[in-house]
């Protein structure tokens, strides 16, 4: 027992230090490790197997609506970078820089991709000729480089990996649409897969992607109250289209520039699910994303025919989840707290008495409940045990977000909620950049995303008095 107790002891408790217990989880639960590249980390096979999961389920969502994968070069000439003059601005200060071939200096130095939107402008100018060419509807799979100063494992790392979609498209209201298309896909996966509960909305002028028409966003909160932007779509409109001589030619054999987007998701959903879900002894792993959702653990495994019987088990229970066996030679304490840093959603104990009786005991990671039943039930009770658990997350984080977002309609109490409770502030604002600005330098705090669904909550903008246009959450954020 004293060896059960060290494993759980050695995640710091969320309540005393919420960066030192992330840190934790990530490290024990063996997600990550820490390279020798600095800001650089290594995902380990437990992390990468969430990520493969996402991976997967995005995509099979992308291609139900029409996008195909491709993939671009991972360097980027300088001359087409600076292109598009928001853009270029926007990224410059994030951007890694190649300037040696071996031993030769090159003619033109390149960028390590940050984004590729100029790859895929470039690419665009010369694929499509014609109305009959749009839309096109393209992703890729991919990691990108941005030279981040202060790095946090999943959260902000110099390499990521994600996914990058860019359309293109015959008119405004098209792209439009696919836009805010891609978002709620987004939004519907963050829910019902993530079981983490995002607000939809637009972006300031001040927030959106540099070179954006339109920014939109889906913003989640974290169980210490900080936001975390969680996925993006932007419309380009015709900018970049212009930029990079992307024409067509209309029904009418006019020419037409061509309306873009972009979206994407990246590996800081990992880090979301942790501090969404987790706890004081670790990792809680949603059903639907989990690598492994059910782990059986033999009791007394070397007594003659429990392994056997953990084994069929595991034989039945493969046909509707993911399951694996742990017959490795550790007490059975051990195991079941090694499992629950892991997150693994549901644990199935057996032993001699539990075979005699024909029945077995099954344990939710989140609540901790146990249940005794029938192995000739099992099938279905787990099942319905992985089903119930995916909604109860998902209302439990729904009901932590909702418990944490205040409403403020004066300055004073908006600082004061800021300052002493952590979470989303709604309130209203005039569009001026000068108050978002201010709100920032005295509280820290950012316009995270003007919602879809807005609420009159006063006449006046919350920091300057003035007449209020828009509501919008604020909140301090990873």
């Not at 980027?76 to 410059?92: M, R, T, Y």
């Not at 202060?150 to 390499?159: A, D, I, Y």
């Not at 300031?204 to 540099?210: H, P, S």
Request: hydrophobic fraction near 35%.
């Amino acid at each position: 027992m004293a060896q059960d107790k060290k494993l759980v002891e050695a995640i710091t408790s969320m309540e005393v230090d919420f960066a030192q217990w992330y840190t934790d989880v990530v490290k024990k639960a063996e997600l990550i490790d820490y390279s020798s590249v600095k800001g650089c980390m290594i995902i380990k096979p437990a992390g990468y197997a969430i990520w493969e999961n996402i991976q997967k389920e995005l995509d099979a969502r992308f291609k139900e609506t029409g996008v195909e994968n491709v993939y671009m070069p991972m360097f980027i000439p300088e001359s087409l970078l600076q292109k598009e003059k928001d853009h270029v601005e926007g990224f410059a200060p994030e951007v890694a820089w190649v300037t040696h071939g071996g031993l030769e200096p090159l003619q033109e130095r390149m960028c390590v991709r940050p984004t590729s939107e100029t790859l895929f402008c470039d690419f665009y100018a010369n694929e499509i000729e014609s109305h009959r060419d749009l839309p096109k509807l393209y992703n890729q799979w991919c990691s990108v480089v941005r030279w981040e100063k202060t790095t946090r494992p999943f959260l902000r790392s110099r390499e990521f990996l994600w996914q990058e979609g860019h359309t293109a498209h015959a008119t405004a209201e098209e792209a439009e649409e696919r836009t805010v298309q891609m978002l709620n896909l987004y939004a519907d996966f963050c829910e019902n897969v993530l079981a983490m509960p995002v607000v939809k909305g637009r972006k300031t002028d001040k927030e959106k992607f540099a070179g954006a028409e339109a920014t939109y966003t889906i913003e989640a909160l974290m169980h210490d109250g900080k936001a975390l932007q969680s996925g993006t779509s932007h419309n380009f409109g015709d900018g970049f289209a212009k930029a990079f001589g992307i024409q067509y030619t209309d029904k009418e054999n006019k020419l037409q520039y061509v309306h873009q987007t972009s979206w994407g998701m990246t590996t800081r959903l990992i880090g979301a699910i942790i501090m969404v879900h987790g706890d004081d002894s670790g990792l809680v792993l949603p059903p639907r994303i989990a690598p492994t959702q059910v782990v059986i653990v033999p009791i007394q495994q070397k007594k003659e025919g429990v392994l056997d019987k953990a084994y069929e088990l595991a034989g039945i229970l493969k046909t509707g989840c993911r399951v694996k066996v742990d017959d490795s030679d550790k007490s059975p304490g051990w195991k079941f707290s090694e499992h629950e840093m892991r997150g693994i959603p549901v644990r199935v104990e057996i032993g001699p008495k539990d075979i005699e009786a024909g029945q077995c005991v099954l344990v939710r990671r989140d609540t901790r409940e146990k249940m005794v039943v029938a192995l000739s039930e099992i099938n279905e009770k787990v099942t319905e045990l992985l089903n119930t658990m995916q909604v109860e997350m998902l209302e439990r984080a729904r009901a932590h977000r909702e418990e944490h977002t205040y409403d403020a309609v004066s300055y004073d109490e908006f600082k004061d909620i800021v300052a002493n409770k952590p979470g989303f502030v709604r309130a209203m604002w005039c569009e001026d950049e000068a108050c978002e600005l201010k709100i920032k330098e005295d509280t820290q705090a950012t316009s995270r995303c003007m919602p879809f669904e807005q609420k009159k909550l006063a006449d006046t903008c919350v920091c300057c008095g003035k007449p209020a246009t828009k509501m919008v959450y604020w909140g301090k954020a990873y």
